[in-house]
């Protein structure tokens, strides 16, 4: 056993050597030093404003939706370690792979066929980008290279993604000029339950129709935009995409490595508007927050058109591709959440969010509270005093990280009622004193 290290001695080589995300180098605000996670809490190595637990309010970036420790899980990674932990999959197989490649597609809307598996979700939609550069390629159109999206999305920080998140105010302005130029509609309207806005909408279907001849794909995150925004749209648009990308030859992308597995209230969020894109990336809570894994799906149609081209094959194939560990662990993940009625338990996390963000609304400074399945949000009048926001709701004993104007929740699906209770106090706290 190596030496161990006192909290002090981590805390002060992580501030020397390790970058986090989003960070500076070195690091300027001290990270909190976990030990270990157990159900919605994690523990601290030592205590923080009176603390050594903090109910976890943002399930591990969206991804920790049966907790953590789960016995479930736990038993899926022990015996595929047992067995093997990583083989390649150039020319290899497993049962791991083969059977979440099946159960995925069995899950996800009618026409997804076949699935690729990539180490990320950023690399997933690096991979379904190809796949419809590619298309078209081998179809012949070699000028269809151009993405479009809407504004206020998120996709990943690798390049191809990076030049569809949201080109104002997002992270990646330092990098206009240098990232792909792709075409970019408004942000959709606001309200998942708003009526659609037909102008809008008209804009949309302009904009496909007016770049057909040089567009390969739409790409666009279903209902809820992420990290662009946290905010919530009518799935019309969708209805409204797909009958354009239709109509025009154009493929459309949607990425839910945020919304899938239920998050908002539907196990995809195509499925609000009951319409299949042509290729779909998965990540995120694939694995219930275990192990990084991510999927691109894509139609029949999709592949054959690839397969058709000079070169035949998708050249791409990830050293972890596959990874037996994770596969495992997400098919686990999965059966697990289907075994339940995980519906009724976002049903009751909406509910509970709604009753327990309500105060806020009355707050200064707070510009809206919104609810959509197992997420809250309290959107500011002002960017976030992220120390602060952070401190306060860790002194209710809470982990949340709020980011630009916003302060979110979107709290694992085995969160009780008195948990929830009390993440939704933190929001508000957090929202008070940021
Ligand atoms: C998080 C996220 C990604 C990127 O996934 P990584 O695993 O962080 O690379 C892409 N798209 C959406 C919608 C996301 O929320």
């Known amino acids: ?34 030990e270990s996670a157990s159900g919605v809490r994690l523990r601290l190595a030592e205590p923080v404003e009176g603390q050594d637990e903090l109910v976890d309010g943002m399930s591990s970036w969206w991804s920790a939706v049966h907790g953590y420790n789960h016995p479930v899980l736990n038993d899926a990674a022990h015996g595929q370690l047992e067995r093997m932990s990583h083989v390649m999959f150039g020319g290899l197989t497993h049962e791991p792979a083969v059977r979440l ?15 690729f598996l990539a180490d990320s979700g950023s690399v997933s939609v690096e991979v379904a980008v190809k796949m419809c550069l590619q298309y078209w390629r081998s179809l012949g159109k070699p000028r269809k290279q151009r993405l479009l999206t809407w504004r206020g999305g998120y996709h990943g920080d690798t390049w191809q993604p990076m030049s569809v998140c949201d080109p104002d105010g997002g992270m ?5 000029g240098v990232l792909p130029r792709q075409i970019f509609a408004d942000a959709p309207p606001a309200g998942f339950d708003a009526a659609p806005d037909e102008a809008y909408a008209a804009q949309l279907r302009e904009l496909i129709g007016r770049h057909a001849e040089e567009l390969a794909a739409v790409i666009v ?9 946290m905010s919530f749209h009518s799935p019309a648009y969708l209805r409204v995409l797909r009958e354009a990308c239709d109509a025009h030859d154009v493929l459309l992308v949607f990425d839910e490595i945020a919304t899938g597995f239920g998050r908002t209230g539907a196990l995809f969020a195509a499925e609000h508007a009951g319409v299949a ?24 149609a999709v592949a054959d058109g690839i397969s058709r081209g000079a070169l035949p094959v998708l050249a791409h194939g990830p050293t972890f591709m596959g990874n037996p560990l994770a596969a495992a662990v997400a098919d686990a993940s999965i059966e697990l959440l289907l075994s339940q009625d995980w519906a009724q ?21 707070v510009r809206e509270v919104r609810v959509l399945g197992a997420i809250g949000v309290v959107q500011l009048d002002h960017e976030v005093d992220m120390a602060a926001a952070t401190r306060a709701a860790v002194r209710e004993g809470v982990w949340l990280r709020p ?19 009390r993440i939704c106090a933190a929001v508000c706290a957090a929202a008070r004193e940021g």
């Open 221 to 229: 995150e279903p209902v809820v935009q992420g990290a662009g925004g």
């Open 172 to 176: 990646h302005e330092l990098w206009q």
């Open 101 to 115: 490649a099946k159960r995925l597609v069995d899950i996800t809307p009618e026409p997804l066929e076949h699935v």
């Open 277 to 300: 894109p042509d290729v779909m990336c998965l990540g995120k809570a694939l694995t219930g927050g275990y192990l990084t894994l991510a999927a691109t799906l894509c139609t029949a």
């Open 403 to 421: 980011f630009r104007d916003l302060i979110y929740t979107m709290p694992p699906y085995i969160t009780g009622d008195d948990d929830l209770a």
């Open 1 to 34: 056993m190596p030496e161990p290290l006192s909290p002090r001695e981590l805390l002060a080589l992580d501030r020397q050597h390790v970058w986090h995300p989003y960070g500076p180098m070195p690091g300027r605000a001290a990270p909190l030093l976990v």
């Open 345 to 365: 338990e976002v049903k009751r996390i909406e509910a509970g969010l709604w009753e327990g963000l309500a105060p806020a609304r009355s707050h200064a400074g």
